[in-house]
């Protein structure tokens, strides 16, 4: 799996023929061993109904939906989106952890690959944090842990929380893009 958000706080917009357009740049390393995670929030539907109909009606509760990526990358890029900063908090090579974190707003579009599929999800609005502790195992990959809420957006000007796009066989191998 991998993951890119695009360069700036407005979201993207899909352009022709449904192609994802913007400055995309990629997360860099999610973990193999804790994959990405995808959750759901909220109560499930009640049955109402009344002494004389057990069912007059079901209930719709909101739902939020949120995903947690374990970042393989200890980058300037990967500690704004774990500490909540953004460019004032970089100096020269370093991260300043600010004071009063901030969520990154973004887009983010993941693609999961196998060696002749492709699955994509992509989300026009998130908010993004650090949502546990960072891993520093010596015998493992350091795992930076990021949870990006997904907010209500717009695709081709629909209201919406984001798109699927289903498997998909590859033109390539997954190979061809690992060399590329």
Known sequence: MSASLDGDDTGVEEGDKGKLTGAWKSVGN???????????EGDDPEVLGS?????????TPDKQYSLTMNLNDITVDTMKLYYGGDD???????????AKPKPTKKALFIIGLDDENAVGW??????IIGSDAVTIDPSALTEV???????????????????????TKLASTRADFITA
């Open 30 to 40: 999610t973990s193999l061993e804790n994959g990405i995670e995808m959750s759901v």
């Open 145 to 167: 842990p990021v949870k990006a809420q997904i907010l209500a957006g717009q695709i081709g000007g629909k209201d919406t929380m984001g798109r699927v796009y289903p498997k």
């Open 122 to 127: 992509f989300y026009p609005n998130t908010s």
């Open 51 to 59: 002494w004389q109909v057990g069912a007059l009606a079901i209930t």
């Open 88 to 98: 004032s908090n970089v100096e020269g090579e370093s991260f300043i952890i600010p």
